[in-house]
């Protein structure tokens, strides 16, 4: 089995390792206007510099209306896109395959009151959208509006016009937001779609606008370059919520929808989740649950949650667990994790020249 200092090759994009920066918001869209600024590039560039495989950029909301939280990253224009950019092109300077995560946080948008850093937030001149009328329990704007089927036509639009504008913008891959209780998985969860129609109901139904985004992007990104989805491999809600077991009979509907690799972590449908222990890999079950249904089919699988060692990273992709490993608040706490992965491990670490001299 590879390890995870090794390369892997989605369709024809080879990455140097097995290392991602997950996508983490940076509530850095300093006027709240979704356009990337100086910290985008030096949080996405120096994890490049510091060796990582793939460098994620963070949630970044297809539409206005899809924003987690008001100084989140958009891409709902060329300008957006055209902000991204030196980011972009700095990542794969340094050797890492620049990626970005697109996004919509559906009924879930603009939950917090006001900015990461206290500052209040003016009401919006739009209403969050969601399968239903029901708002996210406790927080948020109160009122979301449920999505008719023309609605349903303008975020699958939006979605398209995403990838595209984040082709242009120099990116190699894109990853689908379909987890943490936001627009997609809002539509597929059960605790959150009660609708009748053809987008609601039974798995099929509820599934339906996830399965179509991503052959809908799978449509417009090149042929060559990788397509990702996030999933939330569990409510943690029980038997009523979505389920591993669902995560696992979904897999194989994704890949063969064009998704190259999906990205697996949990939760956020509900805030009366119980998740029964969020320690050291508390998801890289999830993950190796749907390894295993993806077992005859040639679509990767990437484990997030609690990984901070490059031993724990290694054991994950060398027993076959899952092939990517993603990390997220320790490339915060060490942007040079690979670096340092690299020397504990006797490997050559893939240093930038002006680093050389000192690994």
């Not at 689908?176 to 798995?203: Q, V, W």
Request: hydrophobic letters at 40%; one cysteine or more.
């Amino acid at each position: 089995m590879p390890g995870v200092l090794d390369t892997i090759t989605f369709r024809d994009e080879t990455v140097r390792n097995r290392v991602a920066v997950a996508p983490m918001c940076q509530y850095a869209c300093d006027n709240m206007d979704g356009l990337a600024t100086k910290w985008h590039l030096v949080h996405l560039g120096s994890r490049a510099v510091g060796g990582a495989g793939i460098v994620l950029a963070e949630a970044t909301a297809v539409e206005n209306r899809g924003v987690i939280s008001p100084k989140d990253l958009g891409i709902w224009s060329d300008a957006h896109a055209d902000a991204l950019s030196e980011a972009a092109e700095f990542v794969r300077e340094q050797g890492a395959t620049p990626g970005i995560q697109l996004a919509h946080a559906g009924r879930k948008a603009l939950t917090l009151g006001e900015s990461y850093d206290g500052t209040p937030v003016p009401d919006p001149d739009w209403t969050p959208i969601g399968p239903t009328e029901t708002p996210y329990p406790g927080r948020g704007l109160g009122k979301v509006e449920a999505l008719n089927r023309a609605g349903i036509e303008d975020v699958k639009s939006a979605f398209r016009a995403a990838a595209e504008r984040a082709l242009d913008a120099g990116f190699d891959i894109v990853e689908i937001h379909g987890a943490h209780g936001y627009l997609h998985h809002e539509f597929y969860s059960p605790i959150t779609n009660t609708r009748d129609d053809k987008y609601g109901g039974d798995f099929a139904g509820r599934t339906r606008l996830i399965r179509e985004v991503t052959h809908d992007v799978r449509d417009v990104w090149p042929a060559e370059k990788p397509v990702f989805v996030r999933l939330s491999a569990t409510d943690w809600m029980g038997a009523d919520g979505w389920t591993v077991k669902s995560t696992a009979r979904l897999a194989p509907l994704l890949a063969d929808d064009g998704a190259n690799l999906l990205d697996i972590s949990s939760g956020g449908i509900h805030p009366e989740q119980r998740i029964p222990y969020t320690g050291p890999h508390y998801q890289i079950p999830l993950a190796e649950r749907v390894t295993e249904a993806l077992a005859d089919s040639d679509c990767a699988v990437g484990a997030v949650g609690g990984v901070t060692t490059p031993e724990g990273a290694e054991e994950i992709v060398r027993n076959g667990r899952a092939d990517v490993v993603l990390l997220g608040r320790e490339h915060l706490r060490d942007p040079y994790f690979v670096l340092h992965a690299a020397q504990e491990m006797d490997k050559k670490p893939p240093a930038p020249r002006q680093y050389q001299r000192v690994f």
